[in-house]
Nanobody, 123 residues
């Protein structure tokens, strides 16, 4: 059974940093693309960042320059370093993996999802 488990969320003040991790078990995703999405209360799930199996990345314009996605294939894990956090970054953050190796910002292209981790940024 494939499982993606996020960790690293929490409460942080505006301007602070958090590092999210997402570890996969049940299969290897070394040749697959990963992504992070987020969903704020009452809003749709939004794309945050994605990374290809070769390390190519794509970010949502709102996160560019503040967030960094990375991966460790040996650990079957993807990370999201979030700096200069703002109250509007408050959301549940989800990691996802897709069968393809290239990047995609479309949630529908990801077959595997974690259950999410809450990030709350106070002003």
């Amino acid at each position: 059974q494939v499982q993606l488990v996020e960790s690293g969320g929490g409460l942080v003040q505006a301007g602070g940093s958090l590092r999210l991790s997402c570890a996969a078990s049940g299969r290897t995703f070394s040749r697959n693309a990963w992504a992070w999405f987020r969903q704020a209360p009452g809003k749709e799930r939004d794309f945050v960042a994605t990374i290809s199996w070769l390390g190519g990345t794509l970010y949502s314009d709102n996160m560019k320059g503040r967030f960094t996605i990375s991966r460790d294939n040996a650990k079957n894990t993807v990370y999201l370093q979030m700096n200069s956090l703002k109250p509007e970054d408050t959301a549940v953050y989800y990691c996802a993996a897709r069968e393809g190796s290239g990047i995609s910002a479309l949630a529908a292209s990801y077959a595997y999802w974690g259950s999410g981790t809450q990030v709350t940024v106070s002003s």
